[in-house]
T-cell receptor, first 113, second 115 residues
């Protein structure tokens, strides 16, 4: 398995609170991605990073922000969590975005009450 | 918006039989990939086929790509109980077709192998 960890693995929080999810990789891959997975929607890209401090929005970025201060860490922040952000969040990495396989972390299950 | 659409949404077969899943997509692509997801786990890459390839094999997996029909199929031969999982196709849009970097995933086919 690619060296990708996510923390926490499970979290329950209340509406309106900030939440930060962490993705850590040991592969030194340049690209990192955050997806959410919901029944009936498959996986949808939230944000991605193509280098330290280089990030861009994905398909469903509203309500989320990201930061990447080190190659190995990619943080996803829900500024003010809403019930619609209850989901399973996956981090992925790839050496480059084109013609490359993505390797996924184990996921974080988030419940917003 | 969803690029790939898998068909069927669910498939149940007997162990030892072959399983075929299909994926249709909308735009020109650079490559198409298939991933497997076991319940409660992350996705695992199975196979990548480039737009200039028509067929690719990996063990018991066979993937075909028809760019004129914008479709792909994944065949798992001699299925095993351990093949029970959800299978997703993912496409990388070709240059000029816009969208964020990263793959666009379908909603998946849930495959159940009956022992």
């Amino acid at each position: 398995d690619a060296g990708i960890t996510q923390s926490p693995r499970h979290k329950v929080t209340e509406t309106g609170t900030p939440v930060t999810l962490r993705c850590h990789q040991t592969e030194n891959h340049r690209y990192m991605y955050w997806y959410r997975q919901d029944p009936g929607h498959g996986l949808r890209l939230i944000h991605y990073s193509y280098g330290v401090k280089d990030t861009d929005k994905g398909e469903v970025s509203d309500g989320y922000s990201v930061s990447r201060s080190k190659t190995e860490d990619f943080l996803l922040t829900l500024e003010s969590a809403t019930s619609s952000q209850t989901s399973v969040y996956f981090c992925a990495i790839s050496e480059s975005t084109r013609q490359e396989t993505q390797y996924f972390g184990p996921g974080t299950r988030l419940l917003v009450l | 918006s969803q690029q790939g659409e898998e068909d069927p949404q669910a498939l149940s077969i007997q162990e030892g039989e072959n399983a075929t899943m299909n994926c249709s997509y909308k735009t020109s692509i650079n490559n198409l990939q298939w991933y497997r997801q076991n319940s409660g786990r992350g996705l695992v890459h199975l196979i990548l086929i480039r737009s200039n390839e028509r067929e690719k094999h990996s063990g018991r997996l066979r993937v075909t790509l028809d760019t004129s029909k914008k479709s792909s199929s994944l065949l798992i031969t001699a299925s095993r109980a351990a093949d029970t999982a959800s299978y997703f196709c993912a496409t990388e849009p070709a240059w000029g077709w816009g969208g964020a970097d990263g793959l666009t995933f379908g909603k998946g086919t849930h495959l159940i192998i009956q022992p």
